[in-house]
């Protein structure tokens, strides 16, 4: 047995130092033969063509906006609810839009005042669907009307209360009779409109 394995260690080259471990020669050549395989496995493996990719047919939905913008509010700043169409308004300041909703909070419609002005600060509605709208212009604060689709109707002008100092608006509201009453911040008092918009008396 010993002259054997002693001439198949001159014919091999081994130094036989461990009979059960497999020697680095015959190691390697596993590793190559396993590589050979696995390169062969994905050859064999068929690249699909851009004719054999299967397209469904689809019909567009809608398109859904990144949270934060359209699909919600950007800073909310004011909130006026009309009993007579029993609708909610709500300033949408960060889209420069305002939102209205039925009053089961159910969307209805929308309306930009960015055209008109920079940020809404109040609203009211009349009982003829007006609404009346305080904005900031690069002209200062101005008072719009729209109507009850939205549609810009003008600029009121800023009622003539027997001075010259300028009226700077902060607030609003309207009451049964739709007189207007606005909040002079210039003066620290209410100023009350007619329906007709025009001026009627301020207090205290």
């Not at 036989?16 to 396993?34: D, E, M, Q």
């Not at 990144?66 to 700043?77: K, S, V």
């Not at 109040?122 to 101005?142: P, R």
Request: some cysteine; hydrophobic content about 45%.
């Amino acid at each position: 047995m010993s002259a054997v394995t002693s001439k198949l260690r001159e014919k091999i080259n081994i130094e036989y130092t461990n009979p059960g471990a497999l020697h680095p020669r015959f190691r390697l050549a596993v590793l190559l033969l396993i590589i050979l395989i696995l390169a062969w496995s994905l050859g064999s493996v068929p690249v699909s063509s851009q004719s054999d990719v299967r397209a469904v047919p689809a019909d567009f939905l809608y398109q859904l906006d990144p949270p934060g913008q359209t699909n919600g509010f950007l800073r909310p700043g004011a909130i006026c609810a009309d009993p007579v169409a029993h609708e909610v308004l709500v300033v949408d300041e960060g889209h420069n839009r305002i939102v209205v909703f039925n009053e089961e909070g159910i969307y209805r419609f929308e309306f930009s005042v960015a055209p008109y002005c920079g940020s809404v600060r109040d609203l009211a509605v009349s009982s003829d669907g007006f609404v009346f709208v305080i904005g900031s212009t690069a002209d200062g604060v101005k008072l719009f009307r729209f109507d009850f689709d939205g549609q810009f109707l003008g600029e009121v002008a800023h009622p003539a209360t027997g001075d010259s100092e300028r009226v700077l608006v902060s607030s609003l509201g309207l009451d049964s009779q739709d007189r207007l009453f606005l909040l002079d911040g210039t003066r620290h008092e209410v100023i009350r409109l007619n329906s007709d918009l025009s001026f009627d008396r301020s207090f205290p």
